[in-house]
Each structure stands twice: as C-alpha cells, then as structure tokens.
T-cell receptor, first 111, second 115 residues
Framework: SQQGEEDPQALSIQEGENATMNCSYKTSINNLQWYRQNSGRGLVHLILIRSNEREKHSGRLRVTLDTSKKSSSLLITASRAADTASYFCATDARNTDKLIFGTGTRLQVFP | EAGVVQSPRYKIIEKKQPVAFWCNPISGHNTLYWYLQNLGQGPELLIRYENEEAVDDSQLPKDRFSAERLKGVDSTLKIQPAELGDSAVYLC?????????????FGPGTRLTVL
C-alpha cells in the first residue's frame, strides 16, 4: 500500500515557470524525502526533510513540511526542460522502519 | 563511484516461465532493497536486506517470489512461475544503513513483460 498521495497527478508548464507539487500522507513520520525519476530510469534522491523541520532548500528546490496537516510541498523554481520527470515523495513512517512512496507527479516542462 | 547495477534491463517471458533479476549495490552499502513499480505508481518494497539477512520480506509473495543475498553483497530476485500480473519494473536500491536518515540509491531497474 502507498501512504503518500501526490497532487497534481500531472503538471505541464513552460520553461522559467515555477512548479509546485504536493504530498499528503497518513501516519506520523521520522522524515520525508523527495525523489525524481526520469522516464525509464531509477529514482534519484533530491532532498530529505526531518519531522522537526519546516522548510529546506537545495538549489532551485524548496521543500516545506507541515506535520499537523500531514503534508509536504516541493517547489521547483525557474524550471527547465531537463526537469521533466516524475516526482515522488517518500515517508519514513514511524513504527514501520520502511520508506513508503507516493503515487507521483508527472511534470512536463516545455521549452 | 559506480552506482547500483541491475541486469538485465529488459526481460520478456511467457507466463509460467521462471525469471531472475540481479543487483549489485554500491560498494560498502549494507542495506539492499528490492522494489516493484507498476506503471504510473510509486515503488513498493518487496524485501529489505541488512547484509545477508532479510529483515523485512512481509510484502514478498513467497509462493512464487524468492530472493537471496548470500554473501551480503549482490542479490538475486526470482519469480517462478511468472504470471501476467508480474509485468512491472523491478528496482533495486541500496543505502549505507537502514532507513531513517539515509537516502536510497536506485538502479535503473529491470522492466519485465510477461506474455
């Protein structure tokens, strides 16, 4: 079963625009991670945010975490065509000792 | 540094045939994971190894799936016999230690098609 649900399922934008993806989850977590998957490839880790953190930045990526709402968002600023990929949130849920992935957001960035 | 290596990249078999996937994790990574990813979905854990010990195989359909990591390095995942519903991408990942604070490093996956 998948704990996280991403919203939207698909997103199309123009280069230079910002892209925002949201993730909701069901149980308490130790941390939440975001991964990117290019078509036909494995997943690549982007960023990890711990349950006691509210915001984290890495280059053009900004992640927020609201544990009271059990939700997270990933913002990609000044998007590029190379950002075209699927993006997954993954939660390290307490009491399960495993990483549970969401359903993903498919991002298409048009040049 | 070499990443996680998986082979084959693609496999097409007829139903009821056996199939095996191989994974070599990043050198020094104690933890190895096998995931199943259906089209349009996120990966779902099948089994997790800490060194040579399977510490979580609760999601592995043991009637037809088996896995081994005999020397705590590379691993093999087997399906026998394969069913139509097994068509998916099988991903291997590794990390320096168990989940909690560590990112997982994924291989490119094996895309299985069962006809």
């Amino acid at each position: 079963s998948q704990q996280g649900e991403e919203d939207p399922q698909a997103l199309s934008i123009q280069e230079g625009e910002n892209a925002t993806m949201n993730c909701s989850y069901k149980t308490s977590i130790n941390n939440l991670q975001w991964y990117r998957q290019n078509s036909g490839r494995g997943l690549v880790h982007l960023i990890l945010i711990r349950s006691n953190e509210r915001e984290k930045h890495s280059g053009r990526l900004r992640v927020t975490l609201d544990t009271s709402k059990k939700s997270s968002s990933l913002l990609i600023t000044a998007s590029r065509a190379a950002d075209t990929a699927s993006y997954f949130c993954a939660t390290d849920a307490r009491n399960t000792d495993k990483l549970i992935f969401g359903t993903g957001t498919r991002l298409q960035v048009f040049p | 540094e070499a990443g996680v290596v998986q082979s084959p990249r693609y496999k097409i078999i007829e139903k009821k045939q056996p199939v095996a996937f191989w994974c070599n994790p990043i050198s020094g990574h104690n933890t190895l994971y096998w995931y199943l990813q259906n089209l349009g979905q996120g990966p779902e854990l099948l089994i997790r190894y800490e060194n040579e010990e399977a510490v979580d195989d609760s999601q592995l359909p043991k009637d037809r799936f088996s896995a081994e990591r005999l020397k705590g390095v590379d691993s093999t995942l087997k399906i026998q016999p394969a069913e139509l519903g097994d068509s998916a991408v099988y991903l291997c990942a590794s990390s320096p230690r168990g989940v909690g604070n560590n990112e997982q490093f994924f291989g490119p996956g094996t895309r299985l098609t069962v006809l």
